[in-house]
């Protein structure tokens, strides 16, 4: 029986299912007395006999009244069974409700506790983001954002098996389309207003530190790459604080990838400074080849490839 039938905010006897067989075998009960009178010849005795012949005459339409009582019984106990049903959904709405405020409230104070809040855009957007289903009582991390988390972990390899044999070419839009995209959501999960334009990424980082001349190496596949790696580093940096909220969060975030990183100076000096930061007058002294052939080496190393690099 449908649920919209036993209505479990409605009184049992204002239930329309409850009075429609009610009326039914009566009006069977009435129809079936009226034409078993009119064909049996009947006499009016009051005595015992005589209720006894009435009950026997009239056994099959009182028969069909008597069963109004078990049909009601199984109506009232599906009701009932009904508003049991929707005491425990209300119940559970009550519970996720309060679980909910209970679990932003803590998440709120952990971000306070290992001072995050600082690198994010609000503690209630970040909670919806990394916990999309825990109004409904599911706090499992996004499914998006670890699928693109973890799609990126092959990147430093992916930018080594497709280095260019000619430094001064970018990545390819294919590529450079797919790996923005990743990082991209990675940070739409820690920003309502972060930029989503992948036009950062085509242009890529300057690597001229000195001098003002171009080019500056913008657009290369080293600048692209550059680019890429500092933004997955930073947001999957601040996302591996903020996951480790859920105890069953086994942590994702690449270590050695982080720990290099930043150790490493890609800065080169522009061909027209080059005299002079040979002359000592620049501390930097690096040409755009030896960055890149540098780089080269770390993605090597940070990836665990042990065959050559093509050079």
């Not at 905010?9 to 129809?31: D, E």
């Not at 069963?67 to 009701?79: F, K, T």
Request: glycine residues 4%.
């Amino acid at each position: 029986m449908k649920t919209t039938l036993f209505n479990p905010n409605a009184s049992f006897l204002h239930l329309g299912v409850v009075w429609l067989p009610v009326i039914l075998l009566i009006l069977i009960s009435i129809i079936s007395s009226g034409i078993i009178i009119y064909n049996t010849p009947l006499a009016i005795d009051l005595s015992s006999d005589g209720f006894n012949e009435f009950v026997s005459v009239l056994r099959f339409p009182l028969g069909i009244l008597t069963l109004i009582i078990p049909i009601v019984a199984l109506l009232a106990a599906n009701h009932r069974s009904e508003q049991t049903k929707e005491q425990i959904r209300v119940t559970g709405i009550q519970n996720n409700f309060a679980n909910y405020y209970k679990h932003l409230e803590e998440f709120a104070k952990y971000l306070e506790k290992e001072r995050i809040s600082s690198e994010i855009a609000g503690s209630r957007y970040i909670h919806k983001m990394i916990y999309p289903n825990a109004q409904f009582g599911n706090y499992e991390i996004n499914e998006a954002l670890i699928a693109s988390w973890k799609s990126l972990r092959l990147l430093t390899l992916e930018l080594l098996n497709k280095y260019p044999d000619v430094y001064d070419e970018g990545l390819g839009c294919g590529d450079l389309n797919h790996y923005a995209s990743d990082i991209l959501t990675l940070k739409s999960h820690l920003n309502e207003r972060f930029d989503s334009n992948k036009k950062q990424y085509e242009i890529g980082l300057p690597l001229v530190r000195y001098g003002h001349e171009k080019p500056d190496y913008r657009g290369t596949y080293l600048s692209q790459s550059l680019n890429l790696i500092k933004d997955m580093i930073d947001s999957t940096s601040i996302l591996d604080k903020l996951c480790q909220f859920s105890v069953e969060y086994e942590s994702l975030l690449d270590e050695d990838l982080k720990n290099h990183f930043n150790y490493i100076d890609y800065s080169v000096v522009d061909d027209n400074d080059l005299e002079n930061s040979l002359n000592g007058n620049f501390e930097c002294t690096q040409s755009f080849q030896e960055a890149n052939e540098k780089f080269k080496l770390f993605l090597k190393d940070i990836s665990g490839v042990k065959k050559a690099i093509k050079t």
